[in-house]
T-cell receptor
Framework: DAGVTQSPTHLIKTRGQQVTLRCSPKSGHDTVSWYQQALGQGPQFIFQ???????QRGNFPDRFSGHQFPNYSSELNVNALLLGDSALYLC???????????FGPGTRLLVL | QKEVEQNSGPLSVPEGAIASLNCTYS??????FFWYRQYSGKSPELIMS????GDKEDGRFTAQLNKASQYVSLLIRDSQPSDSATYLCAVKKSGGYNKLIFGAGTRLAVHP
């Protein structure tokens, strides 16, 4: 049973560029949440997707957008990258009826 | 006041001792509580979840919840060097879909 997968594992971008991160949820899961974890901090909720719709959003600007596909996989897009966007980006999958979220390995983004 | 607060540590305990990790939360409508373990450079891994007041045991781990005091803790018995990691407390509010609110984590160091 495949767990949550994310790609790429590492990414280096420069300020102003755009980035797309990808996530495939655990088999059978239909809900995908994205989190940003800065160094030394806990993960911060960005948004959650269910049935291809953004269902809930955290306190992140519109530069952060996402998408969910019919197979439940998801993308996180960040436009106009800032140095402060450097972080570990985590995808978590769950059942919409379930309580527990399982995290993928994350994508480490460095903005120079 | 942060929604979820943890002592950042490091908490240093000798091998074989009991490690006690604490977490407080501010919102009384919180209904579900989770402990995740995160090794350096890795993603969070779920250790335990707890929903009702009292204790919940799983192997060497015991989670304790006191909703009246808005307090949740994790006890690790017979601590091993492999338990050295950052422990994240996460809270889910009632009606908040599956959005998790994390503390900043407590770093645990178990020394031989």
């Amino acid at each position: 049973d495949a767990g949550v997968t994310q790609s790429p594992t590492h990414l280096i971008k420069t300020r102003g560029q755009q980035v797309t991160l990808r996530c495939s949820p655990k088999s059978g899961h239909d809900t995908v949440s994205w989190y940003q974890q800065a160094l030394g901090q806990g993960p911060q909720f960005i948004f959650q997707y269910y049935e291809e719709e953004e269902r809930q959003r955290g306190n992140f600007p519109d530069r952060f957008s996402g998408h969910q596909f019919p197979n439940y996989s998801s993308e996180l897009n960040v436009n106009a990258l800032l140095l402060g966007d450097s972080a570990l980006y985590l995808c978590a999958s769950s059942l919409t009826s379930g309580e527990t979220q399982y995290f993928g390995p994350g994508t480490r983004l460095l903005v120079l | 006041q942060k929604e979820v607060e943890q002592n950042s540590g490091p908490l240093s305990v000798p091998e074989g001792a009991i490690a006690s990790l604490n977490c407080t939360y501010s919102d009384r409508v919180s209904q579900s509580f989770f402990w995740y373990r995160q090794y350096s450079g890795k993603s969070p891994e779920l250790i335990m979840s707890i929903y009702s007041n009292g204790d919940k045991e799983d192997g060497r781990f015991t989670a304790q919840l006191n909703k009246a005091s808005q307090y949740v803790s994790l006890l690790i018995r017979d601590s091993q060097p492999s338990d050295s990691a950052t422990y994240l407390c996460a809270v889910k509010k009632s009606g908040g879909y599956n959005k998790l609110i994390f503390g900043a984590g407590t770093r645990l160091a178990v020394h031989p």
